[in-house]
């Protein structure tokens, strides 16, 4: 005998197999989602590396002093832009040209005593041709010439010493440059060679020293020697700079070497930059970040940053297409990034197809219809989201 209740056991029978397979049964029947993908060709790839530095003059200038004394005037504007050779700050030149003039009168008693001299050799020559005299009187007569004339190159020595002495009470800027504030004032009693009276730095084109790990760069010369990448001499690097908020620095600048010593603390190697700097917006000791092509990656896959996904491990994956219509997952290991786009270091070969565009609402074994995108259209790509048929969304 069938119990009346056995109708509706199976129709709650049914309802829960329908509730369990509903997800599976509306996935099969979902329309294939609209995307766009790109065949993985292999391209040149430079390496750039971000890194620390600073700004330094290319040439710097502490003015001193030749001669001490009192400073009677400064001369030039503090913070402008002076010329080598321009006076900048004048000594009291009176004690010095007096030093001038005692130095004339000794030049001009040296050479009178010097014809006189000459007087008294030509007579002992005339009186030794006539045998008059002995010879040992020509002979003290030349010595005293010679005497004479060694007093006339001391005494001449001396007041050009005097004339240069008197010269530097003129104190003039060393090189071309910017002239920072000055460090003396009227009145002051500087010491030669000893007090700093004002510094000149010289402001374009100025230098950036930036530090790389030592490591990094070592890496990077065993790739070199492994033949994956091909590094840049000084003349082909390109330097950039970033400044603290993110604006960049408009002239390009050129990398001039690296030293080649590792500092013992640090670890860190420096290597040097020069930046024009017409304008004077690099200040030296500022902060800046340069951006440097170190090397060429010939041979380099990757991909646009909108394709790649990550698990809930933090696995890299996207999805390539695995026949005509349907994807399946790869997992990838990721190198740089270079603007919008990733360095595939591997899981992906040339010509696999990946789904650059519409792989949000994959899973694998995902029916599609590809779309082939060409690089340069990947940006128009990532703002225009992939149409989806409708429904397409509706997982369960």
Known sequence: ?????????????????????GPAFAQNQLPPAMVSIQTMQPEPLPIVNELPGRVAATRTAEVRPRVGGIVV????????????????????????????????????????????????LK?????????????VDLENAATTMAQAEADVAIARAALQEAQLNLGYTEVTAPISGVVGRALVTEGALVNAQNDIMATIQQ?????????????????????????????????EASVSLIFDDGSEYGPKGKLLFSEASVDSTTGQITLRAEFP???????????????????VRENALTIPQMAVQRDQSGQAYVYVMKDADTVERRNVRLGQTTESRWLVEDGLKTGDKVVVAGAQKLYPDAKVVAEPVEPKAEAAAAEIPAETPKGAGQQG
């Open 1 to 21: 005998m069938i119990s009346k209740s056995m109708p509706g056991r199976f129709s709650c029978l049914m309802a829960g197999l329908l509730l369990i397979a």
């Open 123 to 135: 007579r002992a020559e005339a009186l030794r041709e006539r045998k008059v005299t002995a010879g």
């Open 73 to 120: 005037s400064r001369v030039f504007e503090q913070g402008s832009l002076i010329k080598e050779g321009e006076v900048l700050f004048k000594i009291d030149p009176a004690s010095f040209a007096v030093r001038v003039a005692s130095a004339e009168a000794t030049l001009a008693r040296a050479e009178a005593s010097r014809q006189n001299a000459k007087d008294q």
């Open 203 to 235: 402001l374009d084109p100025v230098y950036v020293d930036v530090t790389q790990s030592s490591s990094e760069l070592f890496a990077l010369k065993r790739a070199r020697d492994a033949g994956t990448l091909m590094m840049a001499s000084s003349d």
């Open 277 to 295: 700097n017409p304008k004077g917006d690099l200040l030296p000791g500022l902060y800046v970040r340069a951006r440097i092509e170190q090397a």
